[in-house]
């Protein structure tokens, strides 16, 4: 008998997150005065990052959130990026800080991500964040990470004592995630470009998170029978990085592309900028 799995839909929780998020948005502006602000800083113009960048502004706009944009040229240097995100981490005015990547070759982008002050860092990408996530300290998350998470739970999956597997190590999405899965009790196995039989080690998943950059690279028959499967990968023409159509058919939840993992990254920005306001206002550095 053919089975379908549940759909983890991400846009509806997305957007219950983003209600709730305007609420305190505008709960903080009037007892305070100062609306919650992000600063966007973007070097150079790459048509994908010009348009995430948009993207969030005006999601940001929606939801009571300023925005103050810094457009730096593609010749500016690591000096000059970490002067202005030294800037920003110590301007009052800005709660949150989100450095778009990639940035250039020329750019040394573990120094940039390190001028941000880790109370702004809403988009969980400095060292002093990813380590108080790995120790269960409060902080920020990376933002699809902290997403996925968000997604499981509202799907009452507990990831106690089960087999997760993230396919994918990146700094941003892979690692984060794992940690995060740890730290709520899964036994974690990361994937990588050089796993040997990457489908015998899925196989064995009850939690597969799909973290590649490969179109389609996870197969239905990798599916254990029952297994929740979270696709945060984002190919071109709105394809995974898992086969959704075979997938589904074996998975128990499973998320679909687009409408899964990809709002609840941008709701947990949202959502980071205005715990980050609420702390600062309440307590100014
Ligand atoms: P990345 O930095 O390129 O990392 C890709 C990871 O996949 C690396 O760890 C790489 O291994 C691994 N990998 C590559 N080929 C593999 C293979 N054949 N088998 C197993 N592992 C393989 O990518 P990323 O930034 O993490 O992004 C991953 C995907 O998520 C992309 O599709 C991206 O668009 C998407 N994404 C979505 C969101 C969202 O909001 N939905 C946010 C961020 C990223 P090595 O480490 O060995 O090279």
Not at 42 to 64: F, H, I, W
Not at 125 to 147: D, E, K, R, Y
Not at 161 to 171: D, I, L, P, Y
Not at 204 to 233: F, H, N, S, T
């Amino acid at each position: 008998m053919s089975r379908t799995a549940r759909l983890m839909d991400g846009t509806g929780l997305a957007r219950r997150i983003v209600e709730e998020t305007a609420k305190r948005a505008a709960d903080i502006t009037e007892r305070t005065g100062t609306a919650p602000c992000l600063a966007t800083v973007l070097v150079g113009e790459d048509p994908a990052s010009v348009t995430y960048v948009r993207m969030k502004q005006n999601r940001c706009r929606k939801a009571g959130i300023e925005s103050r944009h810094v457009a730096l040229p593609a010749a500016t240097t690591a000096a000059e990026l970490v002067d202005t995100l030294g800037a920003l981490s110590g301007d009052p005015g800005v709660h949150g800080i989100l450095l778009q990547h990639p940035m250039g070759p020329h750019i040394d982008e573990r120094a940039a991500f390190e001028a941000i002050a880790p109370r702004k860092d809403v988009d969980g990408v400095t060292l002093a964040s990813f380590s108080a996530m790995s120790f269960g300290l409060p902080g920020f998350t990376s933002c699809t990470p902290g997403g996925i998470m968000r997604l499981l739970d509202e799907y009452d999956v507990d990831p106690a004592g089960k087999r997760a597997v993230v396919v994918g190590r990146s700094a941003i999405l892979g690692k984060p995630v794992g940690m995060l899965l740890l730290g709520r009790d899964a036994t974690v196995t990361y994937c990588h470009s050089r796993t040997a039989d990457l489908s015998s080690v899925v196989r064995e998943a009850d939690i597969v998170v799909a973290a590649v950059g490969r179109p389609r690279l996870i197969r239905g028959q990798d599916i254990k029978p029952g297994a929740v499967v979270i696709d945060a990968g984002y190919n071109p023409g709105n394809v995974g990085d898992v086969d959704f159509d075979t997938a589904r058919e074996r998975a128990g939840l499973i998320t679909p592309v687009p409408g899964g993992v990809g709002p609840m990254t941008i709701a947990t920005l949202l959502a980071q900028t205005v715990e980050a306001a609420g702390r600062q206002l309440a307590a100014p550095a």
